[in-house]
């Protein structure tokens, strides 16, 4: 009887195995294709502009000061910290799989990646230059000159260059092959007996009505608090700011779920500092459900899974200024 029962639970883990292959067509969240690189000169050219602190007025400060690509594209900073140590209003949130979001920003006020990357440097309070001023210390080096020339055709260095270049490099950071996408694949054995629950859970309560596609979010704006007021420590009011539609205050984009494990703190007033208070908030906030201190460890055990591959490129060589090119003041207002 026992060989019986030991063939029965075989032949049931089979099955299930077999289930859990063919699960992932119907899923609401969808694996991350590897990033393709269509123009090498264009993403090589923003790349260099991502990490130059010189398209801040200090000097100090880059795209990768807040969004730094070792620590999941962003800062782990309840908000980030500015030109004179300002402390901005909103937590910043992760450039890491952004070309996947409907908008850019936490309200939306930009478009797409290209038109994201200008708002930081003419920001008084993020890189505070202006972009005349940022065209003329490009303009001024040598080597950006050749590196327009070689993504351009033309050596003209222009604002509308800077940020479709920028913008070309932030699309290639993506994260592929996280252990949620192998089980998506078909990898039965990608996540452990936990982390399945959790996923289950993660459904189940509604989650993913908010957090699905391939980024597991980006994809909508929703109103922060939808059962439950949610008491933001941040200024911000979302949406309306944008619309000026009081119907969209409290509104926000929907953050990415991916690499969740690595973008510390949460919300767009950083104000969950765990994944466990997080899912805590979210769950009262947003679904009206108090999750048991089991069923919280388990969602978190699933979010874990959606950590996939870092950016992995050799850092740029910034190319040297002349000794012609303005030199900021540091801490100049």
């Given at each position: 009887?026992?060989?019986?029962?030991t063939?029965?639970?075989?032949?049931?883990?089979?099955?299930?195995?077999?289930?859990?292959?063919?699960?992932?067509?119907?899923?609401?969240?969808?694996?991350?294709a590897?990033?393709?690189?269509?123009?090498?000169?264009?993403?090589?050219l923003?790349?260099?502009?991502?990490?130059?602190?010189?398209?801040?007025?200090?000097?100090?400060?880059?795209?990768?000061?807040?969004?730094?690509?070792?620590?999941?594209?962003?800062?782990?900073?309840?908000?980030?910290?500015?030109?004179?140590?300002?402390?901005?209003?909103?937590?910043?949130?992760?450039?890491?799989?952004?070309?996947?979001?409907?908008?850019?920003?936490?309200?939306?006020?930009?478009k797409d990646?290209?038109?994201?990357?200008?708002?930081?440097?003419?920001?008084?309070?993020?890189?505070?230059?202006?972009?005349?001023?940022?065209?003329?210390?490009?303009?001024?080096?040598?080597?950006y000159?050749?590196?327009?020339?070689?993504?351009?055709?033309?050596?003209?260095?222009?604002?509308?260059?800077?940020?479709?270049?920028?913008?070309?490099?932030?699309?290639?950071?993506?994260?592929?092959?996280?252990?949620?996408?192998?089980?998506?694949?078909?990898?039965?054995?990608?996540?452990?007996?936990?982390?399945?629950?959790?996923?289950?859970?993660?459904?189940e309560s509604?989650?993913?009505?908010?957090?699905n596609?391939?980024?597991?979010?980006?994809?909508?704006?929703?109103?922060?608090?939808?059962?439950?007021?949610?008491?933001?420590?941040?200024?911000?009011?979302?949406?309306?700011?944008?619309?000026?539609?009081?119907?969209?205050?409290?509104?926000?984009?929907?953050?990415?779920?991916?690499?969740?494990?690595?973008?510390?703190?949460?919300?767009?007033?950083?104000?969950?500092?765990?994944?466990?208070?997080?899912v805590?908030?979210?769950?009262?906030?947003?679904l009206?459900?108090?999750?048991?201190?089991?069923?919280?460890a388990?969602?978190?055990?699933?979010?874990?899974?959606?950590?996939?591959?870092?950016?992995?490129?050799?850092?740029?060589?910034?190319?040297?200024?002349?000794?012609?090119?303005?030199?900021?003041?540091?801490?100049?207002?």
């Amino acid at each position: 009887m026992l060989k019986a029962a030991t063939l029965s639970l075989a032949v049931l883990a089979a099955a299930i195995g077999t289930a859990s292959a063919a699960m992932p067509a119907d899923e609401p969240i969808q694996p991350i294709a590897a990033p393709k690189v269509k123009d090498a000169n264009l993403v090589e050219l923003g790349k260099k502009l991502y990490f130059d602190t010189r398209l801040s007025k200090s000097g100090f400060i880059s795209c990768n000061s807040c969004h730094n690509l070792s620590m999941g594209g962003t800062d782990n900073l309840k908000t980030s910290i500015g030109h004179n140590w300002q402390k901005g209003p909103i937590n910043a949130p992760t450039v890491l799989n952004s070309s996947m979001n409907l908008a850019q920003f936490w309200d939306g006020r930009a478009k797409d990646l290209k038109a994201q990357a200008g708002g930081p440097i003419a920001n008084p309070g993020e890189m505070a230059f202006t972009h005349e001023l940022a065209v003329d210390v490009l303009s001024s080096i040598p080597g950006y000159v050749a590196d327009f020339k070689k993504a351009f055709g033309s050596d003209k260095v222009t604002i509308d260059g800077v940020t479709k270049a920028i913008a070309a490099f932030e699309e290639t950071l993506v994260t592929p092959n996280s252990r949620f996408d192998k089980w998506l694949k078909g990898d039965a054995k990608a996540l452990s007996a936990d982390e399945l629950a959790g996923y289950q859970l993660f459904k189940e309560s509604g989650c993913t009505a908010c957090h699905n596609g391939a980024a597991v979010g980006g994809n909508s704006f929703q109103k922060m608090g939808v059962v439950e007021a949610y008491k933001a420590t941040s200024p911000a009011e979302g949406r309306v700011g944008v619309t000026k539609d009081e119907a969209d205050r409290f509104n926000f984009k929907v953050p990415t779920l991916r690499n969740v494990e690595l973008t510390y703190p949460y919300f767009h007033d950083g104000e969950a500092a765990t994944l466990k208070q997080a899912v805590e908030t979210m769950g009262r906030v947003q679904l009206g459900k108090a999750f048991t201190d089991v069923e919280n460890a388990k969602i978190v055990a699933f979010l874990k899974t959606l950590t996939g591959d870092q950016p992995s490129f050799k850092m740029p060589i910034l190319p040297p200024s002349s000794d012609s090119t303005p030199r900021p003041t540091p801490f100049d207002k």
